[in-house]
């Protein structure tokens, strides 16, 4: 089936560096690509969202880019704060009346003071 | 305060013991799921909901069940238990507006001995 996975399951970053999370994705035929962050203990929280017929989308402090072309989904958090370590999950929307959700298995994310 | 509760957020229990676990939601959201979340898997939806009355399979449903019979709530039950369901269950619900800001609960951790 198809599948949304991450190239690094862990990323350690200082603290006012910039983070990139990447994501490849398989199904060419998603329209939404989503981004949420877990922190330990809590449920997955929204971040940001891309239509795939764009290519940046930008939020408070984050930037999502989508190539479509190699299939390639990253976050880019800006100056990265020790409140955002945490496990970000990309995920995708195959459409259709369920607007499923298949999650990819998530990068840790570490911020060192 | 906008959110999605879970009950119990902690639940040891043994095999074959008859278990609900109670999402609710206080956003008036049409839609509703469960996901489980495993080491190595990332999330996995259970079973969703569309609306009151209208429930369907997700990617793992076997040995669940769910009903709607109002709105706010969305109940996940395991008939029999068995140590394979032991996992953090997330419930999740979004507005049909929103298609991809879901909100997530704070999680359920079950054990099945």
């Known amino acids: 089936g198809e599948s949304v996975g991450l190239h690094l399951p862990t990323l350690s970053v200082q603290e006012g560096d910039n983070s990139i999370i990447n994501c490849a994705y398989s199904?060419?035929?998603?329209?939404?690509f989503i981004w949420y962050k877990q922190e330990s203990g809590k449920g997955p929280q929204f971040i940001i969202d891309?239509?795939?017929?764009?290519d940046k989308r930008q939020g408070q402090r984050v930037t999502v880019l989508l190539n479509k072309t190699v299939k390639h989904l990253s976050l880019q958090i800006a100056a990265t704060q020790p409140g955002d370590s945490a496990v970000y999950f990309c995920?995708?929307?195959?459409?259709?009346?369920?607007?499923?959700?298949?999650f990819g298995k998530g990068t840790l994310l570490t911020v060192n003071p | 305060e906008a959110q999605v509760t879970q009950n119990p957020r902690y639940l040891i229990t043994v095999t074959g013991k008859k278990l609900t676990v109670t999402c609710s939601q206080n956003?008036?959201?049409?839609?509703m799921s469960w996901y489980r979340q495993d080491p190595g898997l990332g999330l996995r939806q259970i079973y969703y909901?569309?609306?009151?009355?209208?429930?369907d399979k997700g990617d793992v449903p076997e040995g669940y069940k769910v009903s709607r019979k109002e709105k706010r709530n969305f109940p996940l039950i395991l008939e029999s238990p068995s140590p394979n369901q032991t996992s953090l269950y997330f419930c999740?619900?979004?507005?049909?507006?929103?298609?991809?800001?879901?909100?997530f609960g704070p999680g359920t951790r079950l054990t099945v001995l």
């Open positions: 999740a619900s979004r507005s049909r507006a929103t298609r991809h800001e879901q909100f």
């Open positions: 995920a995708e929307n195959s459409g259709g009346s369920n607007y499923k959700l298949t």
């Open positions: 891309i239509r795939s017929n764009m």
């Open positions: 956003m008036n959201h049409e839609y």
């Open positions: 199904n060419s035929a998603s329209d939404y």
């Open positions: 909901s569309m609306n009151v009355e209208v429930t």
